[in-house]
């Protein structure tokens, strides 16, 4: 057996090498007991940064304008503060923040329902904190939703 299959190239990867041997990992969302597609699947990646992007500059706008009065300093001191908070309130009450809702997602249990509050509370933690969020399952799950028992599906 060549060696080269069982560890995978470094351009198609580890995952697309023990495809081509025969394992099946099904789609993104299975062992989750997600459906494929269509409301209740897992989000992708693009929408969640999207989503991110989108609350992430709310905030900021809000800082800059509202709290800050136009100071740039004072205005970056203020928008992770208030990105904690708007995202807690949101989330804890609605599932879903202006982001989130704008590409039609929400923040939900694994199984089912709305998450409860310290979920919200420690997931919104590790978003804060940026590298959680960046660490990724082979679900597209970050380890901020891992941690706290969550998942972002379509709406």
């Known amino acids: 057996m060549d060696t080269r299959e069982v ?11 023990a495809e081509k041997m025969g394992a099946d990992f099904g789609y993104r969302g299975e062992r989750l007991g997600l459906p494929q597609e269509g409301p209740g699947s897992l989000v992708g990646t693009g929408r969640r940064i999207g989503a991110l992007c989108v609350d992430g500059w709310l905030c900021s706008l809000v800082a800059y304008g509202m709290i800050a009065h136009g100071n740039q300093s004072s205005a970056n001191l203020w928008s992770t503060p208030l990105f904690y908070t708007v995202t807690v309130l949101l989330l804890a009450t609605t599932g879903t923040t202006v982001g989130k809702r704008l590409f039609g997602m929400r923040v939900v249990r694994l199984g089912g329902g709305r998450a409860s509050i310290p979920q919200v509370l420690l997931r919104t933690l590790m978003l804060c904190l940026v590298v959680p969020a960046l660490v990724w399952d082979r679900d597209g799950r970050g380890l901020h939703d891992k941690a706290v028992g969550t998942v972002e599906v379509r709406i």
């Open 7 to 17: 560890l995978g190239s470094w351009i198609d990867g580890p995952k697309a090498a």
